[in-house]
T-cell receptor, first 112, second 110 residues
């Protein structure tokens, strides 16, 4: 059974710092991995999606990497801003399709 | 605006009451999903529909039923609500290139 773990559960950093959020998984047979952002009381907003055949994706200050052999994905946020404060979740879709498994998320707080 | 629309946004039920959560998407996606989100547990899949006319159980289907009314609409029904079903419910639709989520329904069962 696929298990997805995100460490740390919460993170507080000063504005301007570069940071890395981690997502680990137990079964490397994945179809894709997606990173989401969730603001308090809101739905999820897709940030980046990495297909199984890809190693990384970039969007603005965000870079997501995928290493299936080690069962890890990282989300790198450059020059963090207070507006980046949110919960970040990773989600994996297995090769069986249609059943995406979510991590519990990392709650990020960027201090001004 | 294109996206996933959920109604209602908030609901309080008494134990034993029934209700239906509505979800509609206008992105022409075949696949639609219902998740629940509980503190510290991430999102867990309740039911999904790979295409119009088909539905399948997810990780936590007990106490729920679903209907894929047409390609746009996928509803979730609680026949006899229990306090354990207090949660935030999210509908999503998607393709192999990612998911789009609704804004959620915050349900409290007292």
């Amino acid at each position: 059974k696929q298990e997805v773990t995100q460490i740390p559960a919460a993170l507080s950093v000063p504005e301007g710092e570069n940071l890395v959020l981690n997502c680990s998984f137990t079964d490397s047979a994945i179809y894709n991995l997606q990173w989401f952002r969730q603001d308090p009381g809101k739905g999820l907003t897709s940030l980046l999606l990495i297909q199984s055949s890809q190693r990384e994706q970039t969007s603005g200050r965000l870079n997501a990497s995928l290493d299936k052999s080690s069962g890890r994905s990282t989300l790198y946020i450059a020059a963090s801003q207070p507006g980046d404060s949110a919960t970040y979740l990773c989600a994996l879709e297995g090769t069986g399709g249609f059943k995406t498994i979510f991590g519990a998320g990392t709650r990020l707080f960027v201090k001004a | 605006n294109a996206g996933v629309t959920q109604t209602p946004k908030f609901q309080v039920l008494k134990t034993g009451q029934s209700m239906t959560l509505q979800c509609a998407q206008d992105m022409n996606h075949n696949s639609m999903y219902w998740y629940r989100q509980d503190p510290g547990m991430g999102l867990r899949l309740i039911y999904y529909s790979a295409s119009e006319g088909t539905t399948d159980k997810g990780e936590v289907p007990n106490g729920y039923n679903v209907s894929r009314l047409n390609k746009r609409e996928f509803s979730l029904r609680l026949e006899s609500a229990a306090p354990s079903q207090t949660s935030v419910y999210f509908c999503a639709s998607g393709t192999a290139f990612g998911y789009t989520f609704g804004s959620g329904t915050r349900l409290t069962v007292v």
